[in-house]
């Protein structure tokens, strides 16, 4: 059984919690999430918090047991993540690394100029700002855990870093291995 299901998900002061039927809405300082649940699960909101646990109405056989503990681990860490997400925020840092690549904002878009002939020019989705403190380094910064991290991967895949040379872009921190080269 996940562990995670044993203790309830504290909820912040200024932050609402809406459930009805199966979706939970979040609301606080930073914005609004909500998110669709699976009937294997219960959503329970009580004075120490918000209880998932596992719906026993749905067991049919011993072995689904496992089933809804995996499903009430999952959905604990979503609504966890909604609440921080609306309390305090989620940021991606991007570095830039290669001679002539950079990064620039247009407006809300993203241009990078990465080698390519012609510029990339990204539109981050609704809920999404980009930053660019200087033109080696983006801040992708957002309330949707998963939207940041899927932008800030997006990203990533236009120019992935090399494994011979290291330029492309990366996570801040990102170690990439560098391999030897070919030897004359």
């Known amino acids: 059984m996940s562990r995670l299901i044993k203790k309830p998900i504290p909820v912040p002061n200024g932050v609402q919690v809406e459930i009805k039927e199966n979706i939970i809405k979040v609301k606080g300082p930073k914005g609004e999430l909500s998110q669709e649940y699976l009937p294997y699960v219960k959503i329970e909101q009580k004075e120490d918090g918000i209880w998932v646990t596992p719906n026993e109405e749905m067991v049919r056989r011993q072995s689904d047991r496992r089933k809804l503990a995996m499903f009430s681990g999952t959905y604990w860490a979503l609504v966890r993540n909604m609440i921080i997400g609306v309390t305090q925020g989620y940021q991606k840092e991007l570095e830039i690394k290669g001679v002539g690549y950079r990064a620039q904002l247009q407006g809300k878009k993203l241009v ?27 801040i992708v910064k957002g309330i949707d855990k998963y939207l940041v991290g899927q932008v800030a991967a997006n990203i990533r895949r236009w120019r992935e870093p090399i494994v011979y040379s290291g330029k492309g872009i990366r996570y801040k921190g990102e170690y990439v291995r560098t391999k030897v080269g070919k030897k004359v």
Do not use: D, F, Q, R
């Open 112 to 138: 990078l100029n990465l080698g390519y002939a012609h510029p990339v020019e990204i539109e981050p989705p609704e809920g999404i700002t980009i930053e660019v403190p200087n033109p080696t380094s983006i």
